[in-house]
T-cell receptor
């Protein structure tokens, strides 16, 4: 499968715990994006990488959130001290330069 | 600034009848516009995109959309609905082709009645 891969598919965590999600983009894609989708809403942009550089962060990305793309390949999104409001689907997408985004299937986070 | 309004949160059609999903946009630029589809437990799939070429855009699975600048609309249509079309559809705007700044609408859930 040469699409965008996200792991895990589902994550249930207790409030206050830290969680980390992984995204493996299409190998030749230099751009990588993270979005958050809550119930009944469209995805909202969180952050954007070009190669290993994080070029843009949304104001939605509080200081409890951190994203990395250390070698310009896979990326991780970490949420510290999770809150119930963090429950959402976290989507990753990648593109080759200014090409169209290809989305992964997402990681569904439930904070209990 | 840019925004997208999907005028219907839920549309229900009978199999074999036409589909119309409505989208209005607002953008300070000459935008690019997209329609994505999301099936349950699947990733978002691109149906079609408009990037300032022909105003009538044909996409996959028989869908098409027409860019109307005067009406700031980008409605999605299909002549005949199939059961497999049942899904959530998102209209998306970006300020220019290749921008990372995608703004999604809230989505329209399409139900297809046998």
């Amino acid at each position: 499968d040469t699409g965008v891969s996200q792991n895990p598919r589902h994550k249930i965590t207790k409030r206050g715990q830290n969680v980390t999600f992984r995204c493996d983009p299409i190998s030749e894609h230099n751009r990588l994006y993270w979005y958050r989708q809550t119930l009944g809403q469209g995805p909202e942009f969180l952050t954007y990488f070009q190669n290993e550089a994080q070029l843009e962060k949304s104001r939605l990305l509080s200081d409890r959130f951190s994203a990395e793309r250390p070698k310009g390949s896979f990326s991780t999104l970490e949420i510290q001290r999770t809150e119930q409001g963090d429950s959402a689907m976290y989507l990753c997408a990648s593109s080759a330069g200014q090409g169209t985004n290809t989305f992964g299937s997402g990681t569904r986070l439930t904070v209990v | 600034a840019q925004s997208v309004t999907q005028l219907d949160s839920h549309v229900s059609v009978s199999e074999g009848t036409p589909v119309l999903l409505r989208c209005n946009y607002s953008s300070s630029y000459s935008p690019s516009l997209f329609w994505y589809v999301q099936h349950p437990n699947k990733g978002l799939q691109l149906l079609l995109k408009y990037t300032s070429a022909a105003t009538l855009v044909k996409g996959i699975n028989g869908f098409e959309a027409e860019f109307k600048k005067s009406e700031t609309s980008f409605h999605l249509t299909k002549p005949s609905a199939h059961m497999s079309d049942a899904a959530e559809y998102f209209c998306v705007v970006s300020p220019w082709a290749g921008s990372y700044q995608l703004t999604f609408g809230k989505g329209t859930k399409l139900s297809v009645i046998p």
